[in-house]
């Protein structure tokens, strides 16, 4: 099972390695444009390998666009129209962050609401908690001696 | 208990959305192509390899765009389906065979020259054809992915709906099961003929 696990590490680290190799020939050339490869291509999710972005992903499909991109960057296409081409092809799945709109509302809006609604049913929680413990009535003295006679009844010393 | 009941209700809740997130299939990404005119291109076709082909020449016809490659593992499950479909149904497929060689991850592709990709990829995709049954009216060749991209391509084999004015339909991504075919593809064929 470890040797296993071991084995998948090291390939998981060598298909890494590659990529990054792939990249590194590249970045000799142009470094500039070699960056802003870098930074598109964090932001573009391999739909092949989908937990990937394309900058991590040695799919096929990722190098032909890692290619597209580089391609772009040459002709001098500026970020915003890089990232279109992409979302015209693949929809909005291919960025890895997605755009706030109608139907990503609950998803951007969906954590902060959770957080509201367990912030206003604490607060009311121990709102109501402190009014019950101010309501509380101490023991009159009469009150006090029939407790201490019931107390001594069951433990007598 | 009231507020037990409550707990439980939202634990059901839970479950039945995990339950339902669970069962979608993450493959199946809606594609921004669905409604919007079929990305232009100017390919060679197979069969007569000094001839191209563009989406407008298919203009006043409803068709399917069925990418492939004779590497593609569930393009020959799906293949019997297609050759069944050509000879009932009235309506052209055009074959998009994706990246034939440079796909096939056999090949070292630095030490080859365009031209033995070029005849490679049309000997190996005509084998193909004759081997399995030709469905396809054409088969243009997309050798290094192009137009792979531009039809948002990232699983072959993939499937279009191509209506009489151009515009796409419907896409389905991977192979085309009897399901899909009965239930999805025909009706719409069957919609856009009318």
Known sequence: MIARALIFALFLGSTVAIASEVNEAALAADPVAEKRLQDLSTELRCLVCQNQTIADSNAELAQDLRREIRGMIKDGKSDKEIIDFMVVRYGDFVLYRPPVKGITLLLWGGPVALMLLGLFVLIRYLRRRATRIADDQPLSADETSRADALLKEINPK | ?194
């Open chain 2, 1 to 194: 208990m009231n507020r037990y009941y409550w707990i439980l209700g939202a634990f059901a809740a839970l479950v039945v959305l995990l339950a339902v997130g669970l069962n979608l299939n993450p493959r199946d990404v809606p594609s921004p192509l669905v409604g919007k005119p079929a990305p232009a291109f100017n390919l060679n076709v197979l069969a007569t390899p000094d001839k191209t082909l563009c989406p407008r020449d298919m203009q006043g016809k409803v068709w399917l765009l069925n990418v492939w490659a004779s590497w593609c593992v569930s393009c020959r499950a799906e293949h019997p389906i297609l050759v069944e479909f050509s000879k009932k149904v009235d309506v052209p497929v055009i074959g998009l065979n994706y990246k034939e060689v440079r796909g096939d991850g056999g090949f070292d592709m630095s030490k080859m020259a365009a031209d033995d990709e070029k005849k490679l990829a049309f000997q190996r995709a005509n084998a193909w054809l004759s081997q399995h049954g030709d469905p396809y009216k054409l088969t243009v060749m997309d050798l290094d992915g192009r137009v792979g991209i531009d039809y948002g391509v990232y699983g072959v084999p993939e499937t279009y709906v191509v209506d009489k004015a151009g515009i796409i339909r419907m896409k389905h991504t991977g192979p085309i099961t009897p399901d899909v075919l009965g239930q999805k593809i025909m009706p719409l064929l069957a919609e856009l003929n009318k």
